[in-house]
């Protein structure tokens, strides 16, 4: 990006991000994304081809897609389809971490602290959702 947009931009009042990495909601869904590997890790061997790998699939879908969005952003309806496709699924990996407390792999307070940042996650696509216009290229 020029120098005399990327100052227009501070001009106006908008953040000038650099790439996906730089977002916030991001950042707090990767570092999540890493927790739920190391967790999993400990998950029983009979679940490696089902709730283990559903539950990092997922929750590194939700970096994925959020990387994806931010590369579709010349295209509204595009960059909104793909921020849907990442709210689905974060509410994914939360309905795993449910199972996983539920079947003793997490315990409660495990559970909380990984199912938290998701909702924070989630409240960041929804601002972006209903406000694609901020976040597209000019």
């Not at 999993?40 to 879908?61: A, G």
Request: glycine letters at 2%.
């Amino acid at each position: 990006m020029e120098w005399s947009k990327l100052k227009k931009m501070e001009e106006k009042g908008k953040k000038y991000f650099r790439t996906h990495e730089d977002l916030a909601i991001y950042q707090l869904a990767f570092e999540t994304a890493m927790q739920i590997f190391e967790y999993s890790k400990k998950f029983p061997v009979e679940e490696k081809y089902s709730l283990t790998d559903q539950i990092r699939r997922s929750s590194r879908s939700v970096c994925a897609n959020m990387a994806e969005a931010w590369r579709k952003r010349r295209y509204k309806a595009a960059f909104v389809a793909k921020l849907n496709d990442c709210e689905a699924e974060v509410a994914e990996t939360q309905v795993w971490l449910k199972f996983a407390v539920k079947c003793q792999y997490l315990t409660v307070e495990q559970g909380r602290e990984l199912y938290a940042p998701y909702n924070q996650v989630l409240s960041g696509l929804v601002k972006m959702i209903t406000h694609p216009d901020d976040w597209l290229l000019d």
